[in-house]
């Protein structure tokens, strides 16, 4: 299965290159015309999964009276963000390299109660036939030396165009809120300059205790379900 979603990648990268002209040999920055012809597709597939992920929350609450997401943020990358990493890996800047290089230029962010939660979603996600699981990363159970937690993704979802249909990748990350505070927290604190030691490892400790207060309140509301298993959720 692991060589057929490879093969499947390759593919993909393949027919979403043949959409570009070849780039010139020298080219400084993408053009606004440019830019959005790039990210048109993008945009569709974001929406589309992102329509797809509340369903399933909605079809999830319907059938458990309860929810996983507490709330979806999706966002497109800024072409100056789109110049930026391609000059970070020495790629020509273009839109026909972006396109064949760039997984992250649509990106959904979703944001659950509880790690449970991640991976009731997660499972849920599995099994969509028409979904291609590109790249998954478990930061969950992996966590990085900085104390970053995320479940990363990265799908293939279909597009639909006269020509025909395409996939698109779309970068996915599953966080509780707890893991969403840390990250928003470090990226704010740290993103800018080196970080100096006692300030790194602050933010190994808070991600521990964070992950620490959220296996509590995961408890209590095991508690409070004991007593109350009929009670709708709100």
């Known amino acids: 299965m692991i060589a057929e979603r490879n093969d499947y990648r ?31 597709p993008y945009r569709e597939a974001m929406t589309r ?5 509340n369903g399933l929350n909605e079809d999830y609450r319907k059938k458990y009276r309860d ?16 110049e930026k990493k391609l000059a970070f890996r020495n790629l ?6 972006a396109k064949d290089n760039l997984t992250d230029i649509a990106g959904i962010r979703v944001i659950c109660y509880f790690v449970e939660d991640i991976f009731s979603i997660l ?3 599995k099994t969509q036939t028409d979904l291609l699981i590109l790249k998954e990363s478990d930061y969950v159970h992996y966590p990085k ?17 006269i020509e025909g249909m395409q996939y698109y990748p779309v970068e996915i990350q599953f966080r509780t809120l707890a893991m969403d505070l ?53």
């Open 182 to 234: 840390w990250a928003s927290m470090e990226h704010r604190i740290c993103y800018k300059g080196e970080t100096p030691d006692e300030t790194a490892d602050a933010f190994r400790n808070y991600s521990a205790e964070l992950s620490e207060m959220e296996r509590r309140m995961k408890h209590l509301l095991d508690e409070v379900r004991k007593d109350n298993p009929q009670e709708p959720m709100q």
């Open 49 to 53: 999964l992102e329509v797809r992920m």
């Open 10 to 40: 390759q593919e993909l990268v393949r027919e979403m290159s043949s959409s570009f002209p070849a780039p010139p040999r020298k080219t400084e920055r993408i053009s606004q015309e440019e830019y959005y012809q790039l990210v048109e």
């Open 145 to 161: 030396s900085s104390g970053y937690k995320s479940y990363h993704m990265v799908l293939g979802v279909p597009v639909y165009r």
């Open 123 to 125: 499972s849920l996600v």
């Open 92 to 97: 020509p800047i273009s839109a026909y390299t």
């Open 67 to 82: 929810y996983p997401i507490h709330n979806i943020q999706a966002r497109i990358k800024s072409r100056k963000s789109i």
